[in-house]
T-cell receptor, first 111, second 113 residues
């Protein structure tokens, strides 16, 4: 079935460690997005990419990095520079002007 | 600054009634407004999209209105059911905004028997 696959679903990190969240889509969408969700704060945009080998910072990009080497893949790295990384991370894709298709999310907890 | 506001308090209604959720925005010129449903621990699911030149959109028991003068969208669920209980998010795409959607904080709806 077509859709967005995020992994892992749950991830635990020690302070000072970098972690990478995976996002894969088989919808043939050019645009992909990463959002962060904290309780009571809705979804905040971290990074987005409109085409392979190109990406832009969203509203809260500090402490995060991304790559877009393939159309299907848009991994997010949470670096040690992110001071409060515990959150629910959502990846999405779409065609321009269309609706977002979301994955099931990855919940990151810092120990 | 740009803001998208949704009722932060949960909305509790009785089964069979119409639920009305509000999305207000400031300092935006939206091209599109979208509504999503999110269940706990899951990714949001798209419900409806309405364009700036449209006043109303319907889909089954759902209706969305868009008033660019008031800078407000209303989302209605008629004949509500307990299965409609979820958090509902509105999202704006700004004209010339670089192909990105900005979300409100969401409103939690609880439909009681």
């Amino acid at each position: 079935d077509g859709g967005i696959t995020q992994s892992p679903k749950y991830l635990f990190r020690k302070e000072g460690q970098n972690v990478t969240l995976s996002c894969e889509q088989n919808l043939n969408h050019d645009a992909m997005y990463w959002y962060r969700q904290d309780p009571g704060q809705g979804l905040r945009l971290i990074y987005y990419s409109q085409i392979v080998n190109d990406f832009q910072k969203g509203d809260i990009a500090e402490g995060y990095s991304v790559s877009r080497e393939k159309k299907e893949s848009f991994p997010l790295t949470v670096t040690s520079a992110q001071k409060n990384p515990t959150a629910f991370y959502l990846c999405a894709s779409r065609v321009p002007g269309g609706e977002l298709f979301f994955g099931e999310g990855s919940r990151l907890t810092v120990l | 600054s740009q803001k998208i506001e949704q009722n932060s308090e949960a909305l509790n209604i009785q089964e069979g009634k119409t639920a009305t959720l509000t999305c207000n925005y400031t300092n935006y010129s939206p091209a599109y407004l979208q509504w999503y449903r999110q269940d706990p621990g899951r990714g949001p699911v798209f419900l409806l999209l309405i364009r700036e030149n449209e006043k109303e959109k319907r889909k089954e028991r759902l209706k969305v209105t868009f008033d660019t003068t008031l800078k407000q969208s209303l989302f209605h669920i008629t004949a509500s059911q307990p299965a409609d209980s979820a958090t509902y998010l509105c999202a704006l795409e700004i004209t010339g905004g670089g192909n990105k959607l900005t979300f409100g904080t969401g409103t939690q709806l609880k439909v009681e028997l």
